[in-house]
């Protein structure tokens, strides 16, 4: 099978769908408006002069590639076109080869996108009449791309290599620290601001608990939080942008890893799903997301959403229950390998390809 993805490069998600269906035999190459390099797939570097962050009248310079994009896609001839983001590759996708291509929702796609306005609206409904089939990494999203498309939706989770993230990485060395943590981006909508505060009620509460917080991530709010930080006078190991070797070890240690999104934009825990292979407990926030890839009481606690005093007392409960503990990240491993393993997650979609190319579905 040839597959062309029109997709970031650099983009870690991007490269696992390379790898798994490289080392599976067939043939991909990647269209791309990042320059970046992926092993073993030939990349199509198309530079339009703008940035990820840039405004949305700056990034309509992609679409002014889309002959461009035709033209590549044209010489490659590929069975599978597949468009991942449905604002940015999906419209190029859209315009460079309608109703042929697939199109990957992602997140901030179809949470924050059409919500600036009515053209916003319009532009991705759109992308998705033009796409012959859409994939959603999550059930609760698909929900919400259903607002705009009566078509069916694929649901298309993130894997997760049980081999990297599993409990065997925690250190033998004795700790008797409590370390809780997480592994974001550190931006307003994933609530990093509301960890820092419910580390400050458990000192205040429980100055018995030697608590640890660690953060992993970098992001445009890092230096308001580290100032909080000082303010609260909560010691923070920030661990910055760190490898998915990394996040395995540091996950492996954690006691508990914590999730406090706000906004329901964060449209799947890969993190979540990441740090429950690893054996450990979760606590996440009522956003549809984050609950979709846990087990409420068996493998997480839920807090609601922007409430520091929730997530406090939820630390403070697992923290009393070290049995408790135990028996969810037991219960978290189990799940993940049962409904998020990588290459059952990735065979799923290798055979969501062969039915469309075998005009099965």
């Known amino acids: 099978m040839k597959i062309c993805f029109l997709a970031p490069a650099n983009n870690y998600h991007t490269k696992k769908w390379c790898e798994y269906f490289t080392s599976n035999g067939h043939e991909v190459e990647v269209i791309s408006f990042i320059k970046d390099n992926i092993k073993g797939v030939k990349v199509h570097y198309i530079d339009c002069n703008v940035d990820a962050k840039d405004t949305d009248i700056r990034k309509i310079r992609y679409l002014f590639k889309y002959r461009a994009v035709k033209r590549i896609i044209d010489k490659i001839n590929p069975d599978i076109i597949h468009s991942h983001y449905a604002t940015s590759y999906g419209m190029i996708g859209a315009l460079a080869a309608p109703n042929r291509f697939i199109c990957s929702v992602w997140g901030s796609d179809i949470y924050i996108f059409p919500q600036r306005s009515l053209l916003h609206k319009l532009y991705l409904k759109f992308v998705f009449k033009k796409a012959k089939y859409i994939f959603s990494t999550s059930s609760s999203m698909g929900k919400e791309i259903n607002k705009y498309t009566n078509k069916k939706i694929y649901v298309t989770p993130f894997g997760v290599k049980m081999d990297l993230f599993n409990p065997n990485k925690k250190s033998k060395e004795k700790n008797e620290q409590f370390v809780v943590g997480t592994a974001k981006s550190i ?45 609260k006078k909560i010691d923070i190991k920030w661990l910055g942008f760190i490898t998915q070797n990394d996040v395995a070890y540091e996950f492996a240690n954690m006691n508990i890893a914590i999730f406090p999104s706000i906004e329901d934009s964060d449209s799947f825990g890969v993190a979540t799903i990441e740090a429950e292979a690893c054996g450990i407990p979760v606590i996440v926030t009522n956003t549809p997301g984050l609950m979709e890839t846990t087990i ?66």
């Not at 205040?204 to 890092?222: C, F, Q, T, Y």
């Not at 409430?307 to 697992?318: C, R, W």
Request: some cysteine; charged content about 30%.
């Open 187 to 231: 931006e307003k909508r994933y609530g990093i601001n509301n960890l820092i505060e419910a580390i400050y009620l458990i000192n205040k509460k429980r100055p018995d608990i030697n608590i640890v917080l660690k953060i992993a991530g970098i992001g445009s709010k890092e230096e308001e939080y580290k100032k909080l930080a000082l303010e």
């Open 296 to 361: 409420p009481e068996k493998t997480s606690i839920i807090v609601n959403k922007n409430n520091a005093s929730e997530l406090a007392d939820a630390i403070i409960k697992l923290y009393d229950n070290p049995k408790k503990r135990k028996e969810m990240g037991i219960n978290g491993r189990k799940y993940v390998l049962e409904k998020y393993e990588y290459y059952k997650c990735f065979k799923n979609i290798e055979n969501i390809y062969y039915n469309i190319l075998n005009n099965n579905i």
